[in-house]
Each structure stands twice: as structure tokens, then as C-alpha cells.
């Protein structure tokens, strides 16, 4: 047992418009959530993330939020998010939610009462600014600084009416709030106070790295083959932001018991993350870092760089170590902005079951709190995309129209990295059952269903003892009854291997060696240290390992005291 009850938790992330359809309207929905909350007790699971619920125009699947205190009636209502959550507490789980407070939506009040006129009082809960000097509004170059946004174009967008820019690190119709306004932190922070009143148990904080800005707002420097230059070091990490989030503890959180905050923080180094998530600071309990999803990315975007498991391993191991003192890991292969991981780092064809299975050990073996994305349960893959008319992402296409439009690049090498990377590989329906939609909608889904639905999908899962389901089942079990996997310390074993993943871990005389095979050939782990006689806890193979040697994409968790 620890003090912070997330250290032995296992979080279930919902895309909610991407879940279960309750009305037939095509769009997951909150009854649609309640209808499976079995599904999620079964798994085990002990907290509940939602993604965005509030009403929103959804330009980005409702990271966009127009009202921060209410539901998008296509979702549902609040008196059903309170039964929903009633059902969640039934169930002895806990349920956050997600709060996108570094930008509102353009329809949001707020902003439109800002966009009113130069002498609006809330003109400055959002960043308005002049073209540069001599330079006409509306020409390029005259945006105020030369940031791109993250979903292609220009991080400005000239507002007619009073002639001046706002900006919007992500889509035009998501304007950054501006954060060095109280009166925004107060209405951010009464509005979080409203929702933990009513009973949540915390939030996942989008991007919230981005919103102490460096004022005044400075030029990046311009990156090679793109139109714009990179803002970052004026909006990641910024000057204030250590302030701010101990200014919201304070008005938010302080005197609450049983929270779980987590803030999504791209861009975010291991010696900020100690400072993040050290308790005795009052910010946040964990957060997501990036590094391991961008591994396998390159200096130019729109080329696949081939993972490497020693990069792999030496990010994860400079977080272990990093934060194994003070603070805590957050511990994640997929959510809904990242592609499959079964598809990304295993085999989804011939190895699909044992691959899946085996980066469920990998990761849920590390030290720090396990998320789980919708489907990664069931080793759901990418979806075989064609055309760029078969994304419905906003990144996907934004990115698209500036590569070939303004960057030259050919639509075969965007489509080759969309088809590996792009977000909505992670946004097809949940695939509940073999029947029609995969038993997600009796309607038309908003973004279609992955044709390998009759073979993959729930009902089949858990009818079949040696799903990966069962398999998630037994790796959260292990973490709720072995407080090695809790507390152990966490020691890489063979840094250097391209093909096996190992490491141990160890609290008082126990001890456990986790080993991961990475590739479809048969690898023997050559270690230092003398395992035989060890317990097998674990391995995703109908036959254990004899000396250490691994049969493609096998796992294997053996514990010795
Ligand atoms: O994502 C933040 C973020 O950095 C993303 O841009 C991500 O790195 C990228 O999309 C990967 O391809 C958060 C949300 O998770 C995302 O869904 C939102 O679109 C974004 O913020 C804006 O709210």
C-alpha cells in the first residue's frame, strides 16, 4: 500500500465519439459509455480519462470547447454524465476528465465577446496582435511572429473586423487563451472546482506546458524545408508555468483527497518532470512526455525513420531513472493521437496476439502508472487508409495541404507517413463484436470501422481465455497484488541488444527479470546474472522459455525472493 493511491492504479482512456453509440447517430455517446462500463470493471481498470465531452463545433474532435460546464448534446446531457459517473463510482472506479484550457474554441463566449472589438474587456483573455510594422495586414510575413501551427499554416489568423492577428498554436478555431490574465486563471480555475464539486476524481491537462508564453511573443528560428519557424521556446515550458500550476493546486486541489492530475507536456525534459511531479511542489502527480513516441521520428517529417530498440530502451531508462527519487511516471504506448502500437512497434499480421501481449508486458512491467487506450486491449491495429479523403483528422489533413501545397512534397511520401502515424489509426470505432459496424453503431460511423472487426473485437476476446484481453487482464492483476511492480526499483539489463527489451526490478529480497523480444526471430538473452530456478509469473506463449531463449515476440516476467 503507498500514501498516493495512483501509484498502483491502471488508467482506461475513452475517445468518446470513438467508443460506443448508444443512439445509432453514428457518434459514440455517454449512454454508449455506460452500457460498457462492464467491459472496463472486467478489465480491472481503476480510473476512467475521458477525452473531451463538452459542448464543442468539433473542428477538433472536441478538443475545441465552446462551453466548458456543459455536455455536447450529441453526447449526451449532464443529468446522463452523472449517472454515468454514479456507475463509475458503483464500480469502485474513478473517473477524470479532460481539461483543455490552453486554448478555447473561436465559438466559446469568450472569445467571441474578445473578437468583439479592440476595447472588449475580455480583449485580453486571448493573444491579439498588430501585423508587424509596415507591413500590410493580411500579406504574408506581416503575422506577428513566424510560428507555424501544429495542424499546418500559420499560427495567426488575421481577425477582419479590428484588423489584428490572434493566435492559435493549433487550429484556427482553437485561439490560445492568455494565461497572464488572472481573471482567465480565475474563471479556469472556478470551472475545474465546479467539475470536482460534481464529483470527478481529476484531470488529464492538454498541453498545459503551453500556457506560460514567453512575452513579448519572440520569432523561432525557421526550420529547414517548412515555411515557418519553430515557436517552441516561446510557449513549451515557459516562463511561469511552474507558477501557475502551483497557483491552480492551491485554488483547485488543495483539501481535495483522491485526485489524479496529469499533464499532457510535450516537449517536456526529464530534470522539468522532476520539478512537475515532485509531491512537495503542489503542480501535478505525472505527466506525459514524449520522448519515446517521437523516436521514431526524424528530423525531416515526412520520412519513416526506422525505430531503434536501444534508442527505445534509453529513453525509458532515462525516465526511470530520472524520476525514481523523486516525482512519477506516467507509462503509455498508445492514446488518440498516436498510431496502434501493435502496428507501430509489433507485428499486426503473423504476431498480432503475441506482439500486443508482449508490449503489454514491457510497459506494464516499468515503474510508474499504466494508461490504456480503447481497443489496446484487444491488439487493435492501424487502419488501412488509402487516399487522403479516408482521414477525418484535422492534423492529418492540415499537415497534408501545407506539405504539398506550400513544401512540395508528393502526396505517395505524406500518405506513407499519414498511413504509419496519422491519428485517426487510433480514432476507428471500438470493435465490440462481429456484427454490423462491429457492433459500435446500428447508424453510419463517423470514421470507418477497421475491416478486421469479425476477427478482432471484443466479444471474441473475452470468450477466448487466451486473448490479449485476458492477457491486459493478468498484467493489471499483477500490478494490484505484486508491490514489486508498484514500488521496485528499475535496472536495464542488456542496453545494447537491438532485439530484446530487458530490465528488473526489485523491492526488499524480491525481485523480478522482464524480458521482451522485439522481433520475429528467435533471440537468447545472455545475462550476467543466474535466473534459473526463478517462478515463471508470466509469458504471452503457450511454452516457457528453456535458458532464456525466446521465441518470436514472446515475454516473459519470471520473480525470484
Ligand atoms: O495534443 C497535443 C499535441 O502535442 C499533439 O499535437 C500531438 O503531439 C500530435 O497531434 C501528434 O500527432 C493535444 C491533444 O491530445 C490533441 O488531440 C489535440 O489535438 C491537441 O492537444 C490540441 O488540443
Known amino acids: ?166 493566435l492559435h498554436l493549433f487550429s484556427k478555431k482553437q485561439p490560445d487563451l492568455n494565461w497572464e490574465n488572472p481573471e482567465v486563471r480565475e474563471a479556469v480555475y472556478a470551472m475545474m472546482n465546479w467539475w470536482l464539486d460534481r464529483g470527478i476524481d481529476g484531470f488529464r491537462m492538454d498541453v498545459i506546458n503551453m500556457i506560460s508564453k514567453v512575452v513579448p511573443l519572440p520569432d523561432g528560428r525557421m526550420v529547414a524545408g517548412s515555411s515557418y519557424g519553430d515557436g517552441s521556446a516561446g510557449f513549451i515550458n515557459g516562463p511561469r508555468l511552474h507558477e501557475y500550476l502551483q497557483e491552480m493546486h492551491a485554488k483547485v486541489f488543495a483539501g481535495r483527497d483522491a485526485m489524479l492530475t496529469v499533464g499532457e507536456m510535450p516537449g517536456v525534459t526529464v530534470d522539468e518532470a522532476i520539478l512537475f511531479t515532485d509531491p512537495e511542489r503542489h503542480e501535478v502527480d505525472m505527466v506525459f512526455q514524449f520522448d519515446h513516441v517521437w523516436a521514431d521520428r526524424g528530423a525531416d517529417p515526412w ?145 470507418a470501422v477497421n475491416p478486421n472487426y469479425p476477427e478482432i473485437n471484443a466479444e471474441a476476446e473475452r470468450a477466448d481465455p487466451d486473448s490479449v484481453f485476458h492477457y491486459y487482464r493478468k498484467l493489471i492483476e499483477l500490478r494490484h497484488t505484486e508491490p514489486v511492480v508498484v514500488d521496485g526499483d528499475f535496472t536495464l539489463v542488456l542496453p545494447n541488444h537491438e532485439q530484446l527489451y530487458a530490465f528488473t526490478r526489485r523491492l526488499g529480497g524480491t525481485e523480478l527479470l522482464v524480458i521482451g523480444n522485439f522481433s520475429g526471430e528467435t533471440v537468447k538473452a545472455d545475462l550476467d546474472d543466474d535466473w534459473s530456478g526463478a517462478e515463471l509469473l508470466l509469458t504471452n506463449l503457450a511454452t516457457a522459455p528453456s535458458d532464456l531463449t525466446l521465441a518470436p515476440w514472446q515475454a516473459v516476467v519470471y520473480k525470484r525472493v
Open 1 to 166: 500500500m503507498t500514501d498516493l493511491w495512483w501509484k498502483s492504479a491502471v488508467v482506461y482512456q475513452i475517445y468518446p465519439r470513438s467508443f460506443a453509440d448508444a443512439d445509432g447517430d453514428g457518434m459514440g455517446d455517454l449512454r454508449g459509455i455506460i452500457d460498457h462500463l462492464d467491459h472496463l470493471s472486467d478489465l480491472g481498470v481503476d480510473v476512467i480519462w475521458l477525452s473531451p465531452i463538452y459542448p464543442s463545433p468539433q473542428d477538433d474532435n472536441g478538443y475545441d470547447i465552446s462551453d466548458y460546464q456543459n455536455i455536447e448534446p450529441v453526447f449526451g446531457t449532464l443529468e446522463i454524465f452523472d449517472e454515468l459517473l454514479a456507475g463509475v463510482h458503483a464500480r469502485g472506479m474513478k473517473l477524470i476528465m479532460d481539461l483543455v484550457v490552453n486554448h478555447s474554441s473561436d465559438e466559446h463566449p469568450w472569445f467571441v465577446e474578445s473578437r468583439s472589438s479592440k476595447d472588449s474587456p475580455k480583449r485580453d483573455w486571448y493573444w491579439w496582435q498588430p501585423a508587424r510594422e509596415g507591413i500590410e495586414p493580411g500579406t504574408p510575413g506581416a503575422e506577428p511572429t513566424n510560428w507555424g501551427s501544429v495542424f499546418g499554416g500559420s499560427a495567426w489568423e488575421l481577425d477582419e473586423k479590428t484588423g489584428e492577428y490572434y
Open 303 to 447: 520520412l519513416l525513420v526506422p525505430l531503434q530498440l536501444t534508442n527505445l530502451k534509453a529513453i525509458f531508462n532515462r525516465w526511470q531513472v530520472g524520476l525514481a527519487d523523486v516525482g512519477w511516471n506516467s507509462l503509455y504506448w498508445n492514446n488518440h493521437d498516436q498510431p496502434r502500437a501493435v502496428s507501430r512497434y509489433g507485428d499486426d499480421k503473423q504476431f498480432r496476439t503475441e506482439s500486443a501481449k508482449m508490449l503489454g508486458t514491457v510497459l506494464h512491467m516499468h515503474r510508474g502508472t499504466p494508461y490504456v487506450y480503447q481497443g489496446e486491449e484487444l491488439g487493435m491495429t492501424n487502419f488501412p487508409f488509402r487516399t487522403i479523403g479516408d482521414f477525418r483528422d484535422i492534423e492529418a489533413l492540415g499537415q497534408y495541404a501545407q506539405a504539398i501545397d506550400q513544401e512540395g512534397r508528393t502526396p505517395d511520401e505524406v500518405l506513407t507517413v499519414l498511413r504509419a502515424r496519422g491519428r485517426d489509426n487510433a480514432r476507428t470505432p471500438m470493435q465490440w463484436d462481429p456484427s454490423a459496424h462491429a457492433g459500435f453503431t446500428t447508424g453510419t460511423p463517423w470514421l
